[in-house]
T-cell receptor
Framework: DTAVSQTPKYLVTQMGNDKSIKCEQN?????MYWYKQDSKKFLKIMFS???????INETVPNRFSPKSPDKAHLNLHINSLELGDSAVYFC???????????????FGQGTRLTVV | AQKVTQAQTEISVVEKEDVTLDCVYETRDTTYYLFWYKQPPSGELVFLIR??????QNEISGRYSWNFQKSTSSFNFTITASQVVDSAVYFCALSETNYGGATNKLIFGTGTLLAVQP
């Protein structure tokens, strides 16, 4: 059972194209995220959604548009791709563990986006 | 400001050596969570441990152990008898709870690349 799954795993595309990355979680969490990992491995949050509502937008260019059709899905659409968008994009979800009530956070396997 | 510092950029050890990865954090919150994630060469982020700010007990899981000390704002990770399969980038992260608990944004350290040589 994959807790957080995102597709595709690899995405190679030309500058100027529009592309989407999909993410789904089956953990029953209310909150989902997109993180970007740059070439130096630095991980930074881009967006956070809680119950389909945008909570955090960390000064990401408006070419990036997240969409949450329901609380189990958070997709990322990127318009007019640029070379600098090349990175690994991670989807994540967080919520309370149903047994311990502790906060937990799990990540998808990442999407390596290469813009050429 | 919330911040996580992993001062060790790279560590190289020989198999069977013990190794400790350091993590120091800064936060104004009284309630927070600390995490460690492993990123092997295959690229996924693997959850290792979560610790809440009220639980300072050290934890051991097999060859892994964690030492949480609020007095020094540190959450260090030790691998005992390291193996080649432990080679990975390890990230420490601090959970920042915002907007009435609606989101738990993770603030990551810059990661420590551990290379275990056979």
């Amino acid at each position: 059972d994959t807790a957080v799954s995102q597709t595709p795993k690899y995405l190679v595309t030309q500058m100027g194209n529009d592309k989407s990355i999909k993410c789904e979680q089956n953990l029953g969490h209310d909150t989902m995220y997109w993180y970007k990992q740059d070439s130096k491995k630095f991980l930074k949050i881009m967006f956070s959604y809680n119950n389909k509502e945008l909570i955090i937008n960390e000064t990401v260019p408006n070419r990036f548009s997240p969409k949450s059709p329901d609380k189990a899905h958070l997709n990322l659409h990127i318009n007019s791709l640029e070379l600098g968008d090349s990175a690994v994009y991670f989807c994540a979800s967080s919520g309370q563990n149903k047994v311990t009530a502790d906060t937990e956070a799990f990540f998808g396997q990442g999407t390596r986006l290469t813009v050429v | 400001a919330q911040k996580v510092t992993q001062a060790q950029t790279e560590i190289s050890v020989v198999e069977k050596e013990d190794v400790t990865l350091d993590c120091v954090y800064e936060t104004r919150d009284t309630t927070y969570y600390l995490f460690w994630y492993k990123q092997p060469p295959s690229g996924e982020l693997v959850f290792l441990i979560r610790r809440n700010s009220f639980d300072e007990q050290n934890e051991i899981s097999g060859r892994y152990s964690w030492n949480f000390q609020k007095s020094t704002s540190s959450f260090n990770f030790t691998i005992t008898a390291s193996q080649v399969v432990d080679s990975a980038v390890y990230f420490c992260a601090l959970s920042e709870t915002n907007y009435g608990g609606a989101t738990n944004k993770l603030i990551f350290g810059t990661g420590t690349l551990l290379a275990v040589q056979p």
